[in-house]
């Protein structure tokens, strides 16, 4: 039986931020290395990190709405249209002094005609994305499909070196939460 030598870096293992921008207030990216590593060792850790960056964090998202003057899910509120002069934002949101939004700009709905809109939000915390369970309409509140995923996308890549190590470059985008 031949056994093959085996080696054992001394180095200790470096994370680097490489590059990171901000293409919004809500979306991030950012790209890291990872390195020394030994052959073998760059995949498992790069395959690991990408399902736990993409299904193990939590994320917090809206997962109900309820107002009174909506009679079903699809139904037509007056006074809101896809465009209008009245321009209503996160920002408008009465909040519990516990959250917070990250961007306050982003859309919610254009006004026609002035008009009282109350909605109720239901906000949550949790890994993934959920799928609403058809007719769930209930009490004058619809569901949302909600996406908890702060990290949208992952990967990496693998580069080798002549010496045998190999580092491995992560890039990623994410959300910040609500």
């Not at 299904?55 to 003057?69: D, L, P, V």
């Not at 009490?139 to 949302?144: A, Q």
């Not at 693998?158 to 890039?171: M, P, Q, R, V």
Request: charged residues 20%; aromatic residues 8%; neutral net charge.
């Amino acid at each position: 039986m031949v056994r093959e030598k085996i080696t054992v870096s001394t180095r200790t293992l470096q994370w680097k931020c490489v590059e990171s921008a901000a293409d919004s207030k809500r979306l991030l990216y950012g790209r890291f290395i990872l390195s020394p590593l030994m052959k073998g060792q760059a995949d498992t850790i790069g395959i690991a990190m990408r399902r736990a960056l993409l299904g193990e964090i939590e994320g917090t998202c809206i997962t109900r709405a309820k107002s009174e003057k909506i009679s079903h899910e699809y139904a037509t509120i007056m006074g809101i249209q896809e465009s209008g002069p009245g321009y209503v934002t996160a920002q408008d949101i009465i909040l519990p002094p516990y959250v917070e939004i990250v961007d306050n700009t982003q859309h919610i709905a254009s006004l026609t005609e002035p008009i009282e809109l109350v909605i109720g939000l239901q906000i949550e915390k949790n890994r993934g994305y959920l799928i609403k369970a058809p007719n769930t309409f209930q009490d004058g509140s619809y569901p949302i499909d909600p996406v908890f995923m702060p990290v949208r996308n992952a990967n990496h890549s693998i580069h080798s070196y002549e010496n045998g190590n190999k580092e491995i470059l992560f890039s990623k985008y994410g959300q910040m939460e609500v």
